[in-house]
């Protein structure tokens, strides 16, 4: 049985600019000036400040009275909706009001930035591309353009490490409906070796193995320690990936200078040839700070990068066209219409430098916090002063809230003498010790991984012994505690760290 009824809910929702302010806190500095650049497209009235952009605005100042008067000159093409009323509804007042210079003196620099330096050209990596790289090479062998066609495809399913993880039948198969190229397997597998020649070494392979005793074979085949690294290679990879090492001496009645050349080879070869070519276009294949911190004899001084604070203001032409329409006495249907489109397009720009007001003042404050919290590391550097900092330690002296200090957090850097971190860098849970005090995991952390680099690679230190030296230290921690942060530092297992 259908039964309607009527409830009255108290919802909160985000307004357009919570969401446009949330959206920015996520850009980093990198992708800030691509985000403004959207912008100003989308927005007409909404331009760059620059004093060299002058002799532009008059221009276009020209251009938007010249248009305005365009549409008050045509007004006889459409009948007068008799409707004062509307017009009196349409409020230019804030816009227009003399001596009020809000809008046009909506800049966001101030003295508290850095001046960039204008005339410094800032560099721009340019690269080959892996797949360039191969393509390359392609153009120097002999094909006819059905074969030319085929490797391209071949090229083109081979991975951003080197490897080609399609099968053989899907690349056919491929072909076949996206080319209109008729092939077989065995054709698809000449082409596949003849690619397996090109640099870099071990290039098309299918898996680790095939792609290491490829590069072995371009080495000297009369060096027994090549000879002998192949042999491991095609018989004993299992062995050698375990670093089961005393099996594979024993099998080959190897010495251990004998073993110790044989790994050497392999452990010099590339297990990701494709890994040396950097992908274009990627923010994350660099980084751009977005706060400075210096010591200054001292005491710490935070700065937020220039990039973050962009010269914006209203066009000076739309705020013309505005006058225009308010000095004028007959008001059409045309020119109401233009108004209303010109003050949603100043609304939505004063929203948008707005928003990016709060992200610099949001930005700073965050940073002010964390650099407050963690002063002893801004100061020294080491990483064993870094006190225990969640989010809302950060949250609650901001006075924001959490997700708002996590977005920040998440996509921004700073840059201190010391190095580059990320802000995620400083935060990290507690660990008790034996006298009751909390300490950083981030202390632990690094405590670990330094007993773990000083120990002797011959007999590598397991977690049980790792938990034992960190209890004798003070430190109340089990041994799944230190295998999870020996994973999380990315450290193997001690069998896997042996060496010869």
Request: charged share 35%; aromatic share 8%; hydrophobic share 30%.
């Amino acid at each position: 049985m259908l039964k309607q009824t009527q409830q009255q809910k108290l919802l909160q929702k985000l307004s357009p600019q919570q969401i446009q302010l949330m959206k920015l806190l996520q850009v980093p500095t990198a992708n800030l000036d691509e985000r403004i650049k959207e912008e100003l497209e989308e927005n007409p009235a909404l331009e760059y400040g620059e004093e060299d952009t002058q002799e532009e605005d008059f221009n276009n100042n020209n251009d938007a009275a010249e248009d305005f008067n365009t549409a008050e000159e045509g007004e006889d093409d459409f009948d007068p909706d008799g409707s004062e009323n509307e017009y009196d509804n349409i409020d230019i007042s804030e816009y227009v009001s003399e001596g009020d210079d809000d809008i046009a003196d909506y800049r966001l620099r101030d003295d508290n930035y850095p001046d960039p330096d204008e005339n410094k050209t800032i560099p721009v990596r340019v690269e080959t591309s892996f797949h360039e790289h191969l393509l390359g090479q392609l153009g120097m062998l002999e094909l006819e353009d059905r074969q030319a066609r085929i490797a391209q495809q071949i090229i083109g399913s081979i991975d951003d490490d080197g490897y080609l993880r399609r099968e053989v039948s899907a690349i056919v198969d491929d072909l076949s409906f996206s080319q209109n190229v008729s092939t077989d397997e065995e054709e698809i597998k000449t082409l596949i070796k003849r690619i397996q020649e090109f640099d870099p070494p071990g290039v098309c392979c299918t898996d680790l193995r095939e792609c290491l005793l490829l590069q072995l074979k371009r080495r000297d085949q009369d060096d027994p320690g090549v000879q002998t690294a192949t042999h491991i290679l095609e018989n004993y990879f299992d062995e050698f990936t375990k670093k089961h090492y005393e099996k594979i001496q024993k099998a080959l009645g190897l010495n251990d200078e004998g073993l110790k050349d044989a790994i050497g080879q392999i452990i010099r070869l590339n297990p990701k040839p494709g890994g040396n070519y950097a992908t274009l276009n990627k923010a994350e294949s660099y980084v751009v700070p977005d706060f400075f911190i210096f010591n200054n004899n001292g005491k710490l001084e935070l700065t937020l990068n220039s990039k973050n604070a962009p010269d914006l203001r209203i066009s000076e032409g739309y705020k013309e066209m505005l006058r225009e329409y308010d000095r004028g006495d007959k008001k059409d249907k045309r020119q109401k219409e233009a108004v209303l489109f010109i003050k949603q397009k100043i609304d939505a720009a004063k929203w948008f430098i707005d928003a990016i007001k709060q992200r610099q003042h949001t930005l700073l404050s965050t940073m002010q916090s964390i650099m407050g919290y963690q002063h002893d590391f801004f100061t020294t550097g080491d990483e064993t002063t870094m006190k225990p900092m969640i989010l809302k330690d950060i949250a609650d002296i901001t006075q924001l809230d959490i997700s708002t200090v996590s977005r920040v957090a998440n996509s921004k850097y700073v840059q201190t003498e010391f190095g580059t971190f990320k802000l995620k860098f400083f935060f990290s849970e507690s660990l008790s010790t034996d006298s009751g005090e909390e300490v950083s995991t981030r202390e632990v952390k690094k405590i670990l991984s330094d007993l773990i680099e000083s120990e002797n690679k011959r007999k590598p230190l397991s977690d049980e012994h790792l938990t034992k030296m960190l209890q004798d230290k003070g430190y109340n921690i089990a041994r799944r505690t230190v295998a999870k942060y020996r994973e999380q530092l990315n450290i193997p297992v001690a069998r896997l760290r042996k060496e010869l």
